[in-house]
């Protein structure tokens, strides 16, 4: 138990406890976001020559900018989130640029957000909304 709870704090939640069941988040270590900034290659001479390439790198979407296409991950573009994550998106996802873009932490947190929202008021709010 965490916060100091030594026992469930009601019939419901000692279920949930016996049942070994828990809500942490568990990050896809693939798919993990990374605090640390991700490498960036610049744009190949193959790539320039297609003709629906579009060098993205300074684009904003949501709360996302796209810095450039990714050294390790093929068909990537290394993008940085307000919150100082970086992130790798599609091309296709960049272009689209959705105005709920951002990252794993920032999503989660909405998330988080809109529940508590709900469990005050009993009113749903799209949990874009608190991006
Ligand atoms: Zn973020």
Redesign the pocket.
């Given at each position: 138990m965490k916060n100091g709870h030594d026992r469930p704090v009601n019939s419901v939640a000692a279920r949930v406890v016996s049942r070994g069941e828990s809500f942490d988040y568990h990050v896809d270590e693939k798919h993990a976001?990374s605090e640390l900034p991700l490498s960036i290659r610049p744009p190949t001479d193959l790539e320039l020559c297609l003709p629906g390439f579009l060098n993205l790198a300074g684009v904003k979407f949501g709360?996302?900018i796209a810095l450039g296409i990714s050294a390790e991950t093929k068909a990537r573009w290394v993008c940085k989130?307000?919150?100082?994550?970086y992130?790798l998106r599609t091309a296709k996802a960049i272009k689209a640029g959705a105005k709920g873009s951002?990252?794993?932490?920032?999503?989660l947190?909405a998330n988080a957000k809109s529940a508590e929202y709900f469990r005050r008021t009993g009113k749903r709010v799209n949990s874009e909304d608190f991006l």
């Open positions: 976001d709360r996302l989130c307000v919150c100082g994550y992130v951002c990252c794993n932490r920032c999503k947190l």
